[in-house]
């Protein structure tokens, strides 16, 4: 008997579309199965001018579920960082695949980097998270730079760098890579990647979600076979960590979780796991920022706790007074 084709519910944008053509080479090559892609147009893509206000990412995310739910698809990929952080009563994260680069890139004019920005700086980002760590940045390095919001896809926030409206645009490293091409894409310009010291990327940014009901334990485990232990550990612990935050202030938080192994070459002995967290305000004045090492989580429950230990320690620091926009 052949079994008929997976339907892989997907956006249409470049991103969405080369984040589901790599999970649906893994899933035949892991499982057998044939895959199709099934194209779902969201809200979200067709009203984007409107997207601040209807709630930026979550509205991609509600529409892939509801096809799902609908039946009309029987798995969906996520940017992890773009997923709410409470669990859907009738969905599994079946597997979140190894992450990619979790850093954030900087886009500008050959020779020009963070540290190298020209005074008075217009750098293109809307992301309150990215926001205040720039700003901080700025004030400890004696610079002055203006964040300015941007909407659409990465070849228009590249636009505004190669035109000159801009002087810098800040990007997801992750996204960049998936789709490929970023040579043709930035041309002349360059890539900065941003230490994670300077700023942390969203919690579980670089990694995938992948999804389907919960009623349909064949396709959960077949899924499954995707999952990376480490990356699953890491994120849990950065989703943690926001969920806490969230329910403690309402700032721009970023994450990460760094698997730390004592014989770094040959990939297998990892022994601790650091997380690191930030949360500040998007004027850069204040930001608390800690991190907390220890034996990497064996468990889904060891990994939330340690989000929720650093959390807790954070919102003693200070963060509980925060008030600010939720990060992207
Ligand atoms: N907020 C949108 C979004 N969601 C996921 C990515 C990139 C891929 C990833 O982080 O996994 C991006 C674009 C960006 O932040 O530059």
Known sequence: MTERALRLGTRRSKLAMAQSGHVADAVRQLTGRPVELVEITTYGDTSREHLAQ?????VFVAALRDALLAGEVDFAV???????????????????????????????????????LPEGARVGTGSPRRTAQLHAYARSHGLDLTCVPIRGNVDTR?????????????????????IGGTEELIGSLALDHLPVDSVLPAP?????????????????????????????????????????????????????????????????????????????????????????????????????????????????????????????
């Open 54 to 58: 209807i709630g930026g990412t979550g």
């Open 78 to 116: 996520h940017s992890l960082k773009d997923l709410p952080t409470t669990p859907h009563p009738d969905l599994v994260v079946a597997a979140i695949p190894r992450r990619e680069d979790p850093r954030d890139v900087l886009i500008a004019p050959a020779g020009t980097t963070l540290d190298r």
């Open 158 to 178: 590249v636009g505004y760098v190669r035109k000159g409206e801009l002087d810098a645009v800040v990007l997801a490293a992750a996204g960049l890579n998936r």
């Open 204 to 328: 579980g940014q670089g990694a995938l979600a992948v999804e389907c009901p919960a009623s349909d334990a064949g396709l959960v485990a077949a899924l499954s076979a995707l999952d990376d232990p480490h990356t699953r550990v890491a994120v849990t612990a950065e989703r943690s960590l926001l969920a806490a935050l969230e329910a403690g202030c309402s700032a721009p938080v970023g994450a990460l979780a760094d698997l730390l192994a004592d014989d770094p070459g040959h990939g297998q002995a990892v022994t601790e796991m650091r997380l690191r967290g930030v949360v500040g305000t998007t004027d850069g004045s204040t930001l608390v920022q800690l991190s907390t090492t220890g034996p990497v989580p064996t468990s889904h429950d060891e990994a939330m706790a340690l989000g929720r230990v650093l959390a807790d320690e954070m919102l003693a620091k200070g963060a509980a007074g925060l008030m600010g926009e939720r990060a992207l």
